[in-house]
């Protein structure tokens, strides 16, 4: 399986604190993407990097890929209570695959 | 703008009840469709996935079957309800170039008991 697996599993943080979550993968991918899941809802894209990226950011999420190592993270900077939610990564295969496999998640919560 | 939307969002179900849950997108033509669950506190296990209509294509063995009658409609469906099959079940899709990122519904969480 392609899954990627998020660590921590959960991380707690203060406000304003910047929170960092890891991804690894077992395959070689197309892209991979970072998705949001506040609890109970469905989940929400968030960015993708593709396979001949090493870093890309959109406002405060940097994201990184490091493909010799089959591992990605996701920096959340100057963080917010809003951004208490699940973020999982998902792996997109190589030419010729057509689903996307996501990871367990992290469990973010921002302390006010 | 596209939409997805999917529904019922919740619903309650004996053992060996039949299940019908419904998915449909608007905005968008010949889009790649995807059933998911997601048990408690876990990740996103995909369960089937659409190219086109009565194209099926599924990701494990299991009590459920999905199908693609319309072009935006995907029905996730079961005959007889195990309790294994409580969770939460996501569709979503994604262009029909087969990459970028995916639009998911709102969800159905699914008890059965």
């Known amino acids: 399986s392609q899954q990627g697996e998020e660590d921590p599993q959960a991380l707690s943080i203060q406000e304003g604190e910047n929170a960092t979550m890891n991804c690894s993968y077992k395959t070689s991918i197309n892209n991979l993407q970072w998705y949001r899941q506040n609890s109970g809802r469905g989940l929400v894209h968030l960015i993708l990097i593709r396979s001949n990226e090493r870093e890309k950011h959109s406002g405060r999420l940097r994201v990184t890929l490091d493909t010799s190592k089959k591992s990605s993270s996701l920096l959340i900077t100057a963080s917010r209570a809003a951004d208490t939610a699940s973020y999982f990564c998902a792996t997109d295969g190589v030419a010729g695959a057509n689903n996307l496999f996501f990871g367990t998640g992290t469990r973010l919560t921002v302390i006010p | 703008s596209q939409t997805i939307h999917q529904w019922p969002a919740t619903l309650v179900q004996p053992v060996g009840s039949p299940l019908s849950l419904e998915c449909t997108v608007e905005g968008t033509s010949n889009p790649n469709l995807y059933w998911y669950r997601q048990a408690a506190g876990r990740g996103l296990q995909l369960l089937f996935y659409?190219?086109?209509?009565?194209?099926i294509s599924s990701e494990v063995p299991q009590n459920l079957s999905a199908s693609r009658p319309q072009d935006r409609q995907f029905i996730l469906s079961s005959k007889k309800l195990l309790l294994s099959d409580s969770g939460f079940y996501l569709c979503a899709w994604r262009a029909s170039s087969g990459y970028g990122e995916l639009f998911f519904g709102e969800g159905s969480r699914l008890t059965v008991l």
């Open positions: 659409s190219v086109g209509i009565g194209q």
